[in-house]
């Protein structure tokens, strides 16, 4: 499994903006995929945004125009930058990586938004 280390969580105002970082123990370009998943209380957890091994990204509908996933290769780090941030976007934030068949998780950060 790959080890992942999550950062960059914490509260914010309504229309405020936050990145999330995820730090993969292996090479970050080598992995199938890689996500941030968000689960709030009381809700199942949903995938937010993906980023493939080819660099294609795919976002959930009320994210889009709002969030950026991105990867550097350099730093074997994922980002997940978030602005124009809502109360609805309140939730721990989960990083994913999916390789060889295998899902691997980071321990999580909180966002919370304020209205």
């Known amino acids: 499994q790959v080890q992942l280390v999550e950062s960059g969580g914490g509260l914010v105002q309504a229309g405020g903006s936050l990145r999330l970082s995820c730090t993969a123990s292996e090479d970050v370009f080598s992995i199938n995929a890689m996500g941030w998943y968000r689960q709030a209380p009381g809700r199942q957890r949903e995938l937010v945004a993906v980023?493939?091994?080819?660099?294609?990204?795919t976002y959930i509908d009320s994210v889009k125009g709002r969030f950026t996933i991105s990867r550097d290769n350099a730093k074997n780090t994922v980002y997940l930058q978030m602005n124009n941030l809502k109360p609805e976007d309140t939730a721990v934030y989960y990083c994913n990586a999916f390789s060889y068949g295998v899902d691997s998780w980071g321990q999580g950060t909180q966002v919370t938004v304020s209205s």
């Open positions: 980023i493939t091994k080819g660099g294609t990204t």
